[in-house]
DNA sequence: ATAGTCGGTTGCTTTTTGCAACCAACGTGC
DNA sequence: GCACGTTGGTTGCAAAAAGCAACCGACTAT
């Protein structure tokens, strides 16, 4: 389900853009080099799921300025974690985006939390069990 | 960079079986319901990023186990991340996987932490700015 | 020995993506 | 008012990626 989603090689970019406060077609189609008719394809795609906004700026003919909605900001925590990944293991210098507190303008960090021991959790004690159902899906 | 590797319809789902302690070809192959020839070559593709390792459990042929690197488990807070944006705004029913807590069979939690202000960061509480580097890239 | 499974590879079809051309409506200069 | 550039697209065609079916070698179970 998420990977139908977002799960083709432009989607995640596009979101990441627009969570940096990119918001126009132009704008978008330069920084990732994405074909027009592909981005249009995405943005429409994007909205229909529910996670772009469109807010046109202008109307005859329509253009729109995309912002993400609730459902949209809430990928931020999957971007956060993918953007630190990729820093990590991709670095080449200074990250491109840092995403921050917008209070104290600190960078943030991805923290994985075990509610029942209350501390953090690092990537080698993690383990998975199924849920109830039967079927296995896709997910995530 | 990052969505160069996994950014296509397939790795993040193969990644997550992987995580999830599913090691063959042909488990994965059923469990994804990719096609044969892909599933080779992102495994081959993951390899070759340094995300996968192979482990022969046979010669003549060569037959592998697959397994995620540190790298590979790196990931893990993403996929968590993902996961749970999947359960929030696709849950029909029970999540499919729940990653948990090795110590405590706990479900774990994602937190998006400021560490100047030492507490959790809601989603509309985050900005972004740019690194230093000039040019935009491609990597989260 | 026969059948079935596992982990692939090969060749072909279908789907997705990329690219270039085009277009309508706006803004800008004159 | 008119030419010219910009923005936000759409359309049609070529290229790349993915899906599908057939095949194969080595093992395994009967």
New binding site residues.
């Given amino acids: 389900m998420t990977l139908s989603v977002i799960g083709?090689?432009?989607s995640l970019l596009i979101l990441r853009d627009l969570f940096r406060g990119v918001r126009?077609?132009?704008?978008l189609?330069k920084d990732l080099?994405?074909?027009?008719?592909?981005?249009?394809?995405?943005?429409?795609k994007l909205h229909q799921a529910g996670i772009v906004e469109?807010q046109p700026?202008?109307?005859?003919?329509?253009?729109?300025?995309?912002f993400l909605t609730h459902k949209g900001r809430d990928l931020s925590p999957s971007l956060i974690a993918l953007m630190h990944w990729g820093d990590r293991w991709y670095a080449d210098g200074d990250p491109p985006t840092i995403l921050t507190h917008s209070l104290c303008d600190t960078a943030l960090e991805q923290i994985t939390h075990c509610p029942t021991c209350n501390e953090h959790v690092n990537t080698d004690q993690i383990s998975s069990r199924p849920g109830r159902r039967h079927h296995l899906s896709k997910s995530a």
């Fill in positions: 083709d090689r432009w126009r077609f132009e704008e189609r080099g994405i074909a027009k008719n592909i981005l249009s394809d995405r943005l429409n469109q700026y202008q109307v005859k003919p329509i253009r729109n300025e995309y």
